[in-house]
């Protein structure tokens, strides 16, 4: 039987294929940022979008190169739920082998787009003197993305591209994920 594990078991699932502190700090942030979301876009669905960003990176510390089809296969000899897996799956989508399945929906595309901003989000926070994205401008942000090696692992294309689909300006979708990170706890050090 397929499920959609809660927060406790996401962490569960997650430590079992992850070591790196860096790593757990972007699942929760990203599985904050799709909780944020879902209360506009997707509401009483909060919880599954959360485990859709917590998990969304699942296998990518253990097979980098490999990541969608690890994976896939890892989350359904967990027996999660196939809703769960593709759209965890999507965010990767034409940036890796074996990532084929395009964003459709609202939260696959947030996903997809989301994924690199907030990590250019964080990057960008960590050189600021309040190190809090709660007085944040979209200008700071836009210095730092347009500068290619800032932060190079996040994909501009994607961030874009992401945007794009949402029907969002780059403007927009920079304040909307900033707005995300700043509903996360306080303490959380963003």
């Not at 196939?82 to 890796?96: K, N, R, T």
Request: proline letters at 5%; one cysteine or more; glycine letters at 6%.
């Amino acid at each position: 039987m397929s499920y959609i594990p809660d927060e406790a078991k996401c962490f569960e699932i997650f430590a079992g294929y992850n070591e790196q502190g860096f790593h757990y700090r972007h699942a929760e942030i990203v599985s904050g940022i799709m909780k944020y979301f879902a209360k506009e876009f997707d509401p009483g669905k909060e919880d599954f979008w959360a485990a859709v960003g917590f998990l969304h990176d699942l296998a990518f510390e253990k097979y980098p190169e490999e990541q969608p089809v690890k994976q896939v296969e890892i989350m359904r000899e967990l027996g999660l739920a196939e809703e769960l897996i593709q759209a965890s799956i999507v965010h990767c989508w034409d940036q890796v082998p074996g990532a084929d399945l395009q964003p459709e929906t609202t939260m696959e595309k947030i996903l997809y787009a989301a994924d690199d901003l907030s990590s250019l989000i964080f990057a960008a926070n960590m050189l600021r003197d309040s190190r809090s994205v709660d007085d944040m401008e979209t200008w700071e942000l836009d210095e730092r993305f347009d500068t290619p090696t800032f932060a190079p692992a996040c994909s501009r294309k994607v961030i874009l591209k992401g945007a794009e689909m949402l029907g969002w300006t780059r403007d927009e979708i920079f304040q909307r994920v900033i707005d995300a990170m700043r509903s996360m706890n306080p303490d959380a050090g963003l």
